[in-house]
């Protein structure tokens, strides 16, 4: 257990004054990605069918290997900025958006049912029971999923996707709020470690998660994985404190410790002193590396009269040609943890 030290580690004030990893689109690229489009389109090919070939790129590619290096051995978080997505239709950003990512990696399914592209937006009511919840046997109310809480206008706490790389697309705003929050989890580690390295020392033990609103009867499912591993010095983190929470209501589960809880106390804390906040605009492209950034958001406000609903269109990477080797006890998530193989993603549904 020591500090690790690269680009990846950053704090949010190195994020503020150094913005290479905020990259415009000129104007040649993005007449590119509409050729690729119409190529797509001539062909009818399906957004969820598509493959590089069916959406050719050449300067635009060369690009997308900058952002992956970016992705994998810099910072860990790339913003793209300028797509005129509002002269799209759904069909054609949805083609367009999976045809660019398909350049980056292997989508993965986002839920147990076969979903590569996950509609983020503000459902109302009822978001727990068509996407995960339990009930809590302390006050008897549900417990919506980490799943679920994505169709709502609520706050997101910090945690990671299972999956390599994250990528968002800004279709549209909302009135307000939104915010979205990145932290460094390589900082929080090495934070961790120089202040409280009793608590850090936790986070490299198991810690029982419930796979409630992923897997199929993921309500019942539990499984014991590290916050923190690293292998062959390269870092990674899975956290989400849902999960753990939705865990400790099942019997079976074995007891989370008051200084287990301290230890996630304190990591959450660290990210929000260390994080950095930043508001996508319309257009934008938000891509991270889970493995070294967590991300959190801001609960929000819709204004339909004046068509300032946020909607975002996210897909789940696999980036196998760069990715890292990760700790042997992490395939309990992850499945295949060496390099140079297709991981992360939710098991599906059995026929």
Request: charged fraction near 25%.
């Amino acid at each position: 257990m020591r500090p690790l030290h690269g680009p990846f580690a950053w704090h949010g004030a190195d994020l503020a004054r150094d913005q290479g990893w905020v990259m415009p689109w000129t104007a040649d690229e993005l007449g590119e990605l509409d050729a690729a489009l119409a190529h797509a389109e001539s062909k009818g090919v399906a957004w969820h069918d598509i493959t590089p070939a069916d959406f050719p790129l050449d300067r635009v590619k060369a690009k997308l290997a900058l952002i992956a290096d970016e992705l994998e051995v810099g910072r860990g978080v790339v913003k793209l900025t300028g797509l005129p997505v509002a002269r799209y239709d759904d069909a054609a950003l949805r083609l367009l958006w999976m045809g660019l990512a398909r350049h980056l990696g292997t989508a993965r399914h986002q839920d147990c049912r076969g979903q590569l592209m996950r509609d983020i937006r503000d459902e109302g009511t009822g978001v727990g029971a068509r996407h995960g919840q339990i009930t809590n046997p302390t006050d008897g109310q549900a417990f919506i999923s980490s799943s679920a809480r994505t169709y709502s206008s609520g706050a997101l706490r910090w945690h990671t996707d299972r999956t390599d790389v994250v990528g968002l697309l800004t279709a549209q705003q909302a009135k307000s709020g939104g915010i979205s929050k990145v932290a460094s989890s390589v900082a929080v580690h090495n934070a961790m470690i120089e202040r409280r390295p009793d608590l850090a020392a936790l986070l490299y033990q198991p810690i029982w998660r419930s796979r409630l609103g992923e897997e199929q009867g993921g309500e019942a499912a539990i499984y014991p994985l590290p916050v923190f591993g690293v292998r062959d010095g390269r870092f990674t983190s899975h956290y989400s404190r849902t999960y753990v929470e939705a865990a400790q209501m099942l019997a079976s589960t074995p007891r989370m410790t008051e200084r287990q809880w301290q230890a996630l106390d304190l990591l959450a804390s660290l990210c929000d002193e260390l994080g950095y906040d930043m508001r996508l605009a319309q257009g934008d492209i938000q891509l991270i590396n889970s493995h070294v950034t967590y991300h959190a958001r801001t609960p929000f406000e819709d204004d339909p009269a004046t068509g300032n609903v946020r909607r975002l269109l996210r897909v789940w990477l696999c980036m196998p040609e760069r990715h890292r080797a990760l700790p042997e006890d992490h395939a309990v998530l992850w499945v295949n943890v060496e390099p140079g193989r297709l991981r992360g993603g939710i098991a599906q549904a059995r026929a």
